[in-house]
């Protein structure tokens, strides 16, 4: 009776230890740049506040810059409010992005193409999976993103990835891994930005370059949230459908009735460029996904 006793008390606390690493495993950040992530190119290039809230990058002819978050995350959602490079920015690309730092890689990015002063700001989104990209898409910002900061924020769960600005969704990928669509789910990815001389290609495909002469070039963080599954070396706690990874559930699969209207209207006024429609360069062979459901 008391062995029984005993392999029952065993069993209950491998179920209590599991739940309870399911639930340290989503992170709210803690809002002190210098604690949740790390420089990673140019310190001299990196300016923080006193208090760890705000930061900024520096690009100018000696180097550009970027840091990384400490953790590495598998699904969960990273908000970061940005403000971009003012003034003639042509040639200069921000980069926000996820990124598994495997050969293979796995990536999730932002990238923000600097621009002739007062035209609109590009955003050009890309998925890699399994080192693949070719799925940019591009649009135009409906704001002046240099004037102050807009959130811009990634959802990566099991279901999709939506990339959102002040929370209006600009671009979904479902996971249509059944159906022969690479999908990133199992490579845990940390948090990049990085400001750098993309003038080869980033401005009117290379035909703006950089004007040193407006350098430095600055872009600003403040108020990031990270909620996301922190890996710890075994996706299935990332997985789990649990009260911690709340993004995991079924009512964060598809887009709300609001989400989608706004996802809509951001196709229809402000779409530039979507590899779903360059026939030409896919050689009339567009990739699967493009004819399977965005919702």
Not at 247 to 264: A, G, H, Y
């Amino acid at each position: 009776m008391n062995n029984c006793l005993k392999c029952r008390a065993l069993v209950i606390s491998l179920l209590i230890l599991n739940l309870f690493r399911v639930s340290v495993a989503s992170v709210v950040s803690t809002e002190d740049f210098n604690k949740d992530f790390f420089v990673m190119w140019a310190p001299d290039h990196v300016n923080t506040s006193s208090n760890g809230r705000e930061r900024s990058l520096k690009l100018d002819q000696a180097s550009g810059s970027g840091f990384a978050s400490t953790q590495m995350f598998l699904f969960g959602q990273i908000d970061m409010q940005i403000k971009l490079v003012p003034g003639n920015s042509a040639g200069t690309v921000l980069a926000y992005y996820l990124a598994s730092d495997q050969p293979n890689r796995d990536e999730i990015d932002f990238e923000f193409l600097g621009n002739v002063s007062g035209q609109p700001y590009i955003v050009q989104t890309n998925i890699y999976v399994d080192g693949f990209d070719n799925r940019e898409e591009r649009i135009y910002l409906w704001f002046d993103p240099t004037e102050d900061f807009h959130t811009y924020s990634i959802l990566w769960n099991l279901h999709q990835i939506v990339f959102m600005i002040d929370s209006i969704p600009i671009r979904l990928y479902r996971n249509h891994a059944d159906k022969g669509v690479a999908y990133p789910r199992w490579q845990p990815m940390s948090i990049k930005t990085s400001l750098w001389n993309g003038d080869s290609w980033a401005t009117r495909g290379g035909l703006d370059k950089i004007d040193w002469s407006k350098s430095p070039f600055i872009a600003s963080f403040k108020n990031y949230t990270v909620d996301a599954c922190v890996w710890k070396g075994n996706p299935r706690f990332c997985r789990a459908d649990s009260s911690a990874n709340w993004w995991n559930k079924r009512s964060f699969s598809t887009l709300t009735r609001v989400q989608k209207r706004w996802f809509k209207w951001v196709r229809k006024y402000h779409m530039v460029y979507d590899y779903c429609q360059d026939n030409q360069r896919f050689q009339n062979n567009l990739p699967k996904e493009c004819f399977l459901p965005k919702y």
